[in-house]
């Protein structure tokens, strides 16, 4: 009987026995995390494909394979962090500063992610069109403090969207300094200094609009 050859390949696994299963849905969340990091080292237009793959240890064509292009990549994370914005401002309202409240606590779970789209998204073309959706989104929750009576006019309907724009950048800077804590206030200093401006703001705001008074 002759010797084996020593060269021959061992087999892997049991024959017969089918491959361990790739879970995809882990990988790709997997990749997701790396590109959150990679692009707020980086920056937005910086980062490439290649940076996401070398800070996973993973070849690029499998990053490709899970999301083809580096567009699909950054719809991937900012869709998800445009649906849990719509998740944290879907519970009943719970007072003055309640809706900054909550944000701040839904986004200190992924910091970067936020701070990304809140702060970095607008300056880069690929993650522009998400930055705008981000405000669109955030106006419609914030609608229904100054909103226009039933069968009121456009023109009416018009200004109560602008005031509700123009608050914005306002709540939004609000919202940043919350996630990084910078502001120098505590979190129930901040959300009753928050709560306290909202109510005024919405006050004036339906007076100069000829709404009835807030609740």
């Not at 920056?43 to 996401?52: E, I, K």
Request: charged share 20%.
């Amino acid at each position: 009987m002759s010797a084996a050859n020593p060269t021959r390949p061992k087999p892997r696994g049991r024959p017969g026995q089918p491959k361990p299963r790739v879970d995809r849905d882990a990988r790709g969340q997997a990749v997701l995390d790396a590109a959150v990091e990679v692009f707020a080292e980086k920056g937005l237009q910086a980062a490439t494909m290649q940076d996401v793959a070398d800070r996973l240890g993973m070849a690029k064509i499998l990053v490709y394979r899970l999301y083809p292009s580096r567009q699909a990549l950054i719809d991937a994370l900012f869709g998800g962090a445009l649906a849990r914005i719509e998740a944290a401002g879907a519970p009943p309202w719970g007072g003055y500063g309640s809706s900054l409240a909550g944000m701040i606590d839904m986004a200190r779970a992924r910091p970067a992610l936020f701070l990304l789209l809140l702060r970095d998204a607008r300056a880069a073309p690929e993650a522009a069109p998400w930055a705008a959706a981000c405000d669109a989104l955030l106006t419609r929750l914030g609608e229904p403090f100054i909103a226009a009576p039933p069968g009121a006019p456009e023109a009416l309907q018009a200004a109560c969207r602008h005031a509700v724009r123009s608050f914005l950048p306002f709540f939004v800077q609000a919202w940043i300094a919350g996630i990084e804590r910078q502001d120098g206030m505590t979190d129930a200093a901040r959300i009753h200094w928050f709560g306290e401006i909202v109510r005024a703001w919405r006050t004036a705001t339906r007076e100069a609009l000829g709404l009835s008074p807030a609740a």
